[in-house]
């Protein structure tokens, strides 16, 4: 998968897996629930993918693909 930010005019690309995450993402899902989409598809330790998909919504993020977004819940 290739993205390309309309800003800046880079091209990032996705490998298979991150191609999963991206897609997650447009779907609203969470970290957790991307991780363990991960985990159902591939055969993985749960602490790698954790923690390599931090490792790419982190670098997402800092090529402003992404942004960040609290969960607010009722108190």
Known sequence: MVLLHLDTKRYFTLNST???IWKSLA???TEDEIVSQLADEYDADTAHLT???RRLLRQ????ALIERV??????
């Open 18 to 20: 991150g191609a999963v």
């Open 27 to 29: 779907q609203g899902k």
């Open 51 to 53: 923690a390599s998909t």
């Open 60 to 63: 997402l993020e800092s090529a």
């Open 70 to 75: 609290e969960s607010g819940g009722a108190q």
